[in-house]
């Protein structure tokens, strides 16, 4: 098993619908978890942090975390063609220090 | 502007060749890390130093060297025995603190001749 998995998709949504990413971790200590966005060709970005269950709102980005679960989600709501791109969930692992786990991403594509 | 300044943003390397990736940031973070990306596959850790004068092996280190001379600079060294090369190169700095998010620059892409 991975230690952060996502589904690669591609995902995708019609213009103003939700999008929603899941994934899941194998390390039930983690503590700390971020989502970021790439754009084809640039480097990553960081779109939210969460580090307590339940959600956590940020403009049109609603992050969710459900630590019994093993879960972490992020939704997009009004979802634009400008939010195509590959989203990567972060984990800091137990005993990882600083270190970030990145799961593949999902690529997500917006479409009029 | 605060940031991390990746340099150069392409660049070729000739076999048995050594070349040295640039990652400089002015954000006053003590972390620096190294990832390498390649298409289809999340992102992997080269090295990670937490403070000047120190650094660890990440999970693919091998035929990679660091230093962390200084607090703004963690320079990447590609070595001739990485064979494999070819690939999206990424700096990022975080805070030192455990639940700091890290932040990237603009990577450097690296191409055999």
């Known amino acids: 098993q991975k230690e952060v998995e996502q589904n690669s998709g591609p995902l995708s949504v019609p213009e103003g619908a939700i999008a929603s990413l899941n994934c899941t971790y194998s390390?039930?200590?983690?503590?700390?978890f971020f989502w970021y966005r790439q754009y084809s060709g640039k480097s990553p970005e960081l779109i939210m942090s969460i580090y307590s269950n339940g959600d956590k709102e940020d403009g049109r980005f609603t992050a969710q975390l459900n630590k019994a679960s093993q879960y972490v989600s992020l939704l997009i709501r009004d979802s634009q063609p400008s939010d195509s791109a590959t989203y990567l969930c972060a984990v800091r692992l137990t005993g990882g220090g600083n270190k970030l786990t990145f799961g593949t991403g999902t690529q997500l594509k917006v479409e009029l | 502007d605060g940031g991390i300044t990746q340099s150069p943003k392409y660049l070729f390397r000739k076999e048995g060749q050594n070349v040295t990736l640039s990652c400089e940031q002015n954000l006053n973070h003590d972390a620096m890390y190294w990832y390498r990306q390649d298409p289809g596959q999340g992102l992997r850790l080269i090295y990670y130093?937490?403070?000047?004068?120190?650094?660890q092996k990440g999970d693919i280190a091998e035929g990679y060297s660091v230093s962390r001379e200084k607090k703004e600079s963690f320079p990447l060294t590609v070595t001739s025995a990485q064979k494999n090369p070819t690939a999206f190169y990424l700096c990022?700095?975080?805070?030192?603190?455990?639940?700091?998010?890290?932040?990237f620059g603009d990577g450097t892409r690296l191409s055999i001749l």
């Open positions: 130093s937490q403070i000047v004068n120190d650094f």
């Open positions: 990022a700095s975080s805070i030192d603190a455990f639940n700091q998010p890290q932040h």
């Open positions: 390390d039930r200590g983690s503590q700390s």
